[in-house]
C-alpha cells in the first residue's frame, strides 16, 4: 500500500492541461496516505463509507473538500451533511430530501450531483431519463421547497467491462443527458458537472467530455479489501 506519486504527477499534469478536476478516491486508504498526498498538495478526496468518512474527517486537515462517492443511505445523511464538500450519488428525490432537510438543520446549502443510471450492469444504482427530466423540472424553477441543495451536475459508472466501446456507448449517452440539461440554471440547479471516469476508463471518460474523474486504485495502489 503505497501512494505512486510519479503516477499521482503524470495525471495531475495530464488533468490540469484538459481542465479536468480529479477526485482522488480514498476509501479504504489509510490516514497516512491520504496524508502524503494531501502533502503533495491534493485536497479532493473521495470516499464511499459514512463512519469512514467521519473518522478521516477527524483525523485529517480541515482544508479537505470530502466528496461522498457511495451509495448513500438516507438515514446516514445527518452525519456526513456537517462537512460534506459534494454528495456525487444521489439516486432519488427521498435521498434529495434528507440531504435538504439535514442542510437547513446545519444551516448549509449542500452540493449534490444527480447518479445516472447508465451501466447495462443491474447492480449500478441511479436514475432513469424520465427521473432526471422530473428533478430538473421541480429544481430548475423557482420553487421555494430545496433551499438547503444545489444540483451541480451529473454523476454516473459504466459498465465494469473490458469491452471499450460498451464503456464508450454508455459514457456518451451519460454525456448526452449532461449537455441536454447544461443550459438550465436557476438557484438550485445548475448542470455544470460531469462526474465520470475511474482508474479503468478515465482516459475513454475525458475523450467522452467527463469534467471530473474519480481515481483509486492508480494512484493509492491496490484497496485492502
Ligand atoms: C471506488 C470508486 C471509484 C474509484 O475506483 P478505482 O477503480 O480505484 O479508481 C470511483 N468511483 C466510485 C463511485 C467508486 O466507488
New binding site residues.
Given amino acids: 500500500m503505497a501512494v505512486n506519486e510519479e503516477r499521482y504527477q503524470e495525471i495531475i499534469s495530464e488533468l490540469l492541461s484538459k481542465k479536468v478536476q480529479l477526485v482522488a478516491?480514498s476509501?479504504l486508504q489509510s490516514v497516512e496516505d491520504i496524508q502524503r498526498l494531501y502533502d503533495l498538495g491534493q485536497r479532493d478526496f473521495?470516499e464511499?463509507y459514512v463512519q469512514e468518512l467521519t473518522e478521516k474527517y477527524e483525523a485529517l486537515p480541515k482544508d479537505i473538500r470530502w466528496h461522498f462517492?457511495?451509495h448513500l443511505q438516507r438515514n446516514k445523511v445527518k452525519y456526513i451533511v456537517p462537512f460534506v464538500h459534494l454528495i456525487?450519488?444521489v439516486d432519488s428525490m427521498d435521498l434529495l430530501k434528507e440531504i435538504d432537510k439535514q442542510g437547513r438543520k446545519n444551516e448549509r446549502v449542500i452540493s449534490c450531483l444527480l447518479q445516472m443510471h447508465i451501466a447495462q450492469e443491474e447492480t449500478k444504482f441511479g436514475m432513469d431519463e424520465k427521473e432526471l427530466e422530473e428533478a430538473v423540472g421541480l429544481l430548475g424553477t423557482a420553487e421555494t421547497q430545496f433551499d438547503n441543495v444545489c444540483i451541480k451536475g451529473l454523476m454516473g459508472?459504466a459498465s465494469f467491462s473490458d469491452d471499450q466501446e460498451k464503456v464508450r456507448n454508455e459514457m456518451q449517452r451519460l454525456k448526452s443527458l449532461f449537455d441536454k440539461h447544461k443550459h438550465v440554471k436557476s438557484e438550485k440547479l445548475e448542470i455544470q458537472l460531469l462526474s465520470m471516469g475511474?482508474?479503468?476508463d478515465y482516459k475513454i471518460a475525458i475523450e467522452e467530455g467527463s469534467n471530473m474523474v474519480?481515481?483509486?486504485?492508480?494512484i493509492f495502489g491496490e484497496?485492502k479489501k
Avoid: E
Avoid at 474519480?214 to 492508480?218: A, K, P, T
Fill in positions: 478516491v476509501k473521495g464511499n462517492i457511495g456525487h450519488a459508472m475511474m482508474s479503468g474519480r481515481i483509486g486504485s492508480l484497496r
